[in-house]
Protein backbone atom coordinates (compact mmCIF):
# COMPACT_ATOMS: atom_id res chain seq x y z
CA UNK A 1 0.00 0.00 0.00
CA UNK A 2 1.39 3.08 -1.31
CA UNK A 3 1.90 5.87 1.90
CA UNK A 4 -0.03 9.21 1.79
CA UNK A 5 1.92 12.17 -0.36
CA UNK A 6 4.07 14.18 2.04
CA UNK A 7 3.23 17.81 3.92
CA UNK A 8 5.97 20.15 3.33
CA UNK A 9 7.02 20.48 6.92
CA UNK A 10 6.39 23.32 8.93
CA UNK A 11 8.93 22.35 11.62
CA UNK A 12 11.89 24.32 12.12
CA UNK A 13 15.12 23.49 10.18
CA UNK A 14 17.88 22.20 11.41
CA UNK A 15 21.39 24.34 11.39
CA UNK A 16 24.72 23.10 12.36
CA UNK A 17 26.24 24.73 15.53
CA UNK A 18 30.57 25.82 15.56
CA UNK A 19 30.98 21.95 16.63
CA UNK A 20 29.24 20.28 13.67
CA UNK A 21 26.11 19.12 16.01
CA UNK A 22 22.83 19.19 14.58
CA UNK A 23 20.44 22.12 16.08
CA UNK A 24 17.03 23.30 16.16
CA UNK A 25 16.99 26.70 14.76
CA UNK A 26 13.08 28.29 15.31
CA UNK A 27 12.51 32.03 14.01
CA UNK A 28 10.77 32.64 16.79
CA UNK A 29 13.60 31.79 18.79
CA UNK A 30 16.23 33.62 17.28
CA UNK A 31 18.04 36.72 19.02
CA UNK A 32 17.02 39.92 17.79
CA UNK A 33 19.60 41.16 16.09
CA UNK A 34 19.56 37.83 13.98
CA UNK A 35 18.35 38.74 10.31
CA UNK A 36 19.03 34.92 9.48
CA UNK A 37 21.12 35.31 7.23
CA UNK A 38 24.05 33.06 5.96
CA UNK A 39 27.36 35.06 4.31
CA UNK A 40 30.55 33.14 2.40
CA UNK A 41 33.53 35.97 2.41
CA UNK A 42 32.92 35.99 -0.77
CA UNK A 43 29.11 36.85 -0.97
CA UNK A 44 29.98 39.35 1.83
CA UNK A 45 32.55 41.48 -0.28
CA UNK A 46 30.00 41.38 -3.08
CA UNK A 47 27.44 42.63 -1.13
CA UNK A 48 29.44 45.67 0.45
CA UNK A 49 30.54 46.02 -3.53
CA UNK A 50 26.83 46.16 -4.29
CA UNK A 51 26.31 48.89 -1.31
CA UNK A 52 29.53 50.86 -2.74
CA UNK A 53 28.32 50.88 -5.83
CA UNK A 54 24.93 52.17 -4.78
CA UNK A 55 26.30 55.05 -2.51
CA UNK A 56 28.51 56.11 -5.61
CA UNK A 57 25.37 56.27 -7.63
CA UNK A 58 23.67 57.99 -5.19
CA UNK A 59 26.69 60.59 -4.62
CA UNK A 60 26.69 61.17 -8.23
CA UNK A 61 23.39 61.78 -8.73
CA UNK A 62 23.21 64.60 -5.76
CA UNK A 63 26.21 66.28 -7.55
CA UNK A 64 24.11 66.11 -11.16
CA UNK A 65 21.30 67.56 -9.83
CA UNK A 66 23.44 70.05 -7.94
CA UNK A 67 24.07 71.69 -10.97
CA UNK A 68 20.50 72.74 -11.62
CA UNK A 69 19.27 73.60 -8.17
CA UNK A 70 21.28 74.55 -5.08
CA UNK A 71 21.26 71.90 -2.19
CA UNK A 72 22.71 74.61 0.25
CA UNK A 73 20.77 73.90 3.45
CA UNK A 74 20.58 77.58 4.34
CA UNK A 75 19.02 78.50 0.84
CA UNK A 76 16.62 75.59 1.00
CA UNK A 77 15.68 76.83 5.06
CA UNK A 78 15.15 80.17 3.96
CA UNK A 79 13.20 79.87 1.13
CA UNK A 80 11.05 77.49 2.90
CA UNK A 81 10.35 80.44 6.04
CA UNK A 82 9.18 82.50 2.86
CA UNK A 83 6.10 80.25 2.93
CA UNK A 84 5.33 81.54 6.13
CA UNK A 85 2.40 79.41 8.01
CA UNK A 86 2.05 77.23 4.48
CA UNK A 87 6.23 76.01 5.24
CA UNK A 88 5.87 73.10 7.14
CA UNK A 89 3.12 72.21 4.40
CA UNK A 90 5.49 72.83 1.34
CA UNK A 91 8.73 71.15 3.57
CA UNK A 92 6.55 68.04 4.24
CA UNK A 93 5.36 67.72 0.17
CA UNK A 94 9.12 68.59 -0.94
CA UNK A 95 10.22 65.89 1.57
CA UNK A 96 7.78 63.14 0.41
CA UNK A 97 8.21 64.02 -3.25
CA UNK A 98 12.28 63.39 -2.83
CA UNK A 99 11.81 59.91 -1.30
CA UNK A 100 8.69 59.07 -3.94
CA UNK A 101 11.18 60.32 -6.68
CA UNK A 102 14.38 58.30 -5.77
CA UNK A 103 17.14 60.23 -7.48
CA UNK A 104 16.45 62.99 -5.02
CA UNK A 105 18.38 63.56 -2.13
CA UNK A 106 16.75 63.92 0.91
CA UNK A 107 18.88 64.14 3.13
CA UNK A 108 19.91 67.75 2.46
CA UNK A 109 15.97 68.87 2.64
CA UNK A 110 16.64 66.97 6.70
CA UNK A 111 19.22 69.18 7.58
CA UNK A 112 17.02 72.42 5.93
CA UNK A 113 14.27 71.42 8.02
CA UNK A 114 16.28 72.26 11.16
CA UNK A 115 17.10 75.37 9.54
CA UNK A 116 13.52 76.60 9.35
CA UNK A 117 11.54 75.06 12.26
CA UNK A 118 14.31 74.22 14.71
CA UNK A 119 15.00 70.48 16.18
CA UNK A 120 10.82 69.66 17.65
CA UNK A 121 9.30 71.19 14.66
CA UNK A 122 11.73 69.60 12.18
CA UNK A 123 11.77 66.62 13.70
CA UNK A 124 7.88 66.20 13.59
CA UNK A 125 7.60 67.58 10.07
CA UNK A 126 10.47 65.36 8.76
CA UNK A 127 8.92 61.93 10.29
CA UNK A 128 5.59 63.19 9.10
CA UNK A 129 7.42 64.08 5.38
CA UNK A 130 9.75 60.78 5.41
CA UNK A 131 6.41 58.43 6.38
CA UNK A 132 4.35 59.94 3.56
CA UNK A 133 6.97 59.04 1.12
CA UNK A 134 7.58 55.70 2.48
CA UNK A 135 3.90 54.66 2.23
CA UNK A 136 3.59 55.67 -1.39
CA UNK A 137 6.65 53.68 -2.32
CA UNK A 138 5.49 50.69 -0.84
CA UNK A 139 2.18 50.45 -2.06
CA UNK A 140 3.31 52.10 -5.68
CA UNK A 141 5.19 48.80 -5.45
CA UNK A 142 3.02 46.34 -4.24
CA UNK A 143 0.21 47.51 -6.97
CA UNK A 144 2.31 48.05 -9.67
CA UNK A 145 5.75 45.84 -9.32
CA UNK A 146 4.58 42.56 -7.12
CA UNK A 147 2.56 40.75 -10.53
CA UNK A 148 5.77 42.33 -12.66
CA UNK A 149 8.49 40.39 -10.55
CA UNK A 150 6.51 37.08 -9.86
CA UNK A 151 5.81 36.64 -13.59
CA UNK A 152 10.01 37.45 -14.24
CA UNK A 153 10.80 35.37 -11.12
CA UNK A 154 8.30 32.66 -11.22
CA UNK A 155 6.19 31.39 -8.11
CA UNK A 156 8.18 29.09 -6.24
CA UNK A 157 11.12 32.05 -6.34
CA UNK A 158 8.32 34.67 -5.07
CA UNK A 159 7.32 32.13 -2.26
CA UNK A 160 10.85 31.97 -0.93
CA UNK A 161 11.34 35.66 -0.98
CA UNK A 162 8.00 36.31 0.85
CA UNK A 163 9.17 33.71 3.37
CA UNK A 164 12.50 35.10 3.82
CA UNK A 165 10.86 38.57 4.09
CA UNK A 166 7.74 37.28 6.46
CA UNK A 167 11.12 35.54 8.71
CA UNK A 168 13.02 39.21 8.96
CA UNK A 169 11.68 41.82 6.90
CA UNK A 170 10.54 43.69 10.22
CA UNK A 171 13.79 43.70 11.17
CA UNK A 172 15.56 44.45 8.22
CA UNK A 173 13.68 47.79 7.82
CA UNK A 174 14.06 48.55 11.52
CA UNK A 175 18.21 47.99 10.99
CA UNK A 176 18.14 49.81 7.48
CA UNK A 177 16.44 53.10 8.73
CA UNK A 178 19.18 53.35 11.67
CA UNK A 179 21.63 53.70 9.65
CA UNK A 180 21.29 57.93 9.15
CA UNK A 181 22.69 58.60 5.25
CA UNK A 182 21.34 55.53 4.08
CA UNK A 183 19.02 55.65 1.02
CA UNK A 184 16.01 53.55 1.97
CA UNK A 185 14.49 54.53 -0.47
CA UNK A 186 15.41 51.22 -2.68
CA UNK A 187 13.98 49.52 0.34
CA UNK A 188 10.87 50.86 0.75
CA UNK A 189 10.63 49.78 -2.96
CA UNK A 190 11.43 46.08 -2.23
CA UNK A 191 9.03 45.91 0.78
CA UNK A 192 6.40 46.28 -1.24
CA UNK A 193 7.09 43.50 -3.86
CA UNK A 194 7.15 41.11 -0.85
CA UNK A 195 4.28 39.70 0.85
CA UNK A 196 5.56 41.82 4.54
CA UNK A 197 2.61 43.72 6.02
CA UNK A 198 2.29 46.95 5.93
CA UNK A 199 1.68 47.42 9.57
CA UNK A 200 5.26 45.66 10.19
CA UNK A 201 6.94 47.85 7.37
CA UNK A 202 5.56 51.11 9.03
CA UNK A 203 5.73 50.52 12.65
CA UNK A 204 9.68 49.08 12.16
CA UNK A 205 10.60 52.54 9.43
CA UNK A 206 9.03 55.01 12.20
CA UNK A 207 10.75 52.97 15.15
CA UNK A 208 14.02 52.53 13.23
CA UNK A 209 14.54 56.40 11.82
CA UNK A 210 13.46 58.74 14.59
CA UNK A 211 17.33 58.76 15.98
CA UNK A 212 18.80 59.49 12.60
CA UNK A 213 16.08 62.03 12.10
CA UNK A 214 16.46 63.42 15.49
CA UNK A 215 20.62 63.77 14.44
CA UNK A 216 19.90 65.10 10.59
CA UNK A 217 17.86 67.45 11.85
CA UNK A 218 19.81 68.96 14.65
CA UNK A 219 22.54 69.49 12.61
CA UNK A 220 20.26 72.27 10.74
CA UNK A 221 19.22 73.36 13.84
CA UNK A 222 22.47 74.41 15.04
CA UNK A 223 23.84 74.95 11.84
CA UNK A 224 23.71 79.29 11.93
CA UNK A 225 24.60 79.81 15.32
CA UNK A 226 27.24 76.66 16.06
CA UNK A 227 28.90 75.49 12.55
CA UNK A 228 31.46 73.56 14.20
CA UNK A 229 28.66 71.68 16.61
CA UNK A 230 26.94 71.20 13.55
CA UNK A 231 29.71 70.12 11.55
CA UNK A 232 31.02 67.04 14.22
CA UNK A 233 27.34 65.84 14.79
CA UNK A 234 27.24 65.32 10.87
CA UNK A 235 30.77 63.99 11.25
CA UNK A 236 29.46 61.47 13.99
CA UNK A 237 26.60 60.18 11.51
CA UNK A 238 28.82 59.71 8.88
CA UNK A 239 30.67 57.52 11.27
CA UNK A 240 27.58 55.96 12.33
CA UNK A 241 26.57 55.09 9.14
CA UNK A 242 30.02 53.55 8.07
CA UNK A 243 29.97 51.88 11.21
CA UNK A 244 27.25 48.44 10.04
CA UNK A 245 29.49 47.38 6.48
CA UNK A 246 32.29 47.15 9.44
CA UNK A 247 30.37 45.22 12.24
CA UNK A 248 28.95 43.40 9.35
CA UNK A 249 32.36 41.96 7.76
CA UNK A 250 33.72 41.16 11.60
CA UNK A 251 30.26 39.03 11.65
CA UNK A 252 30.83 37.72 8.48
CA UNK A 253 34.67 36.60 9.08
CA UNK A 254 33.94 35.17 12.84
CA UNK A 255 31.06 32.98 11.36
CA UNK A 256 33.25 31.78 8.54
CA UNK A 257 36.31 30.78 11.15
CA UNK A 258 33.70 29.32 13.52
CA UNK A 259 32.61 27.20 10.16
CA UNK A 260 36.25 26.53 9.15
CA UNK A 261 36.98 24.97 12.61
CA UNK A 262 33.90 23.30 12.89
CA UNK A 263 34.87 21.08 9.74
CA UNK A 264 38.67 20.69 11.04
CA UNK A 265 37.38 19.43 14.25
CA UNK A 266 34.94 17.04 12.75
CA UNK A 267 37.96 16.25 10.29
CA UNK A 268 40.38 14.90 13.17
CA UNK A 269 37.79 12.89 14.91
CA UNK A 270 38.04 10.12 12.77
CA UNK A 271 42.06 9.88 13.36
CA UNK A 272 41.47 10.17 16.51
CA UNK A 273 39.34 7.53 17.14
CA UNK A 274 41.14 5.12 14.94
CA UNK A 275 44.48 5.60 16.92
CA UNK A 276 43.10 5.08 20.34
CA UNK A 277 41.54 1.56 19.19
CA UNK A 278 44.96 0.94 17.88
CA UNK A 279 46.63 1.15 21.26
Known sequence: MSSAPRRPST????????DGSATEVSASRRPWYDL????????ALWLLVLLALGVGFSFGVDRLIERFVSLDERRIGEWINEF???G??????LLASAVIFTPLPSVPLNIAGGVAFGLLEGTLYTMIGGIIGATVNFHVARWLGRR????????????QIDALADRMGGKLIFFTRLIPLFNFD?????????????????IASIFGMLLPVI?????GDVLLTHPGRSALVFGALVAWSATPPVVFLIWVGIGWLRRKTGRATR?????RTTTGGGK
Open 267 to 271: ADAPA
Open 215 to 219: GIVYV
Open 11 to 18: EPTAARAA
Open 148 to 159: FVERKLGAKAMA
Open 36 to 43: GFTFTPRG
Open 88 to 93: PIVYIA
Open 84 to 86: GAL
Open 186 to 202: WVSYAAGLTQLTFKRYI
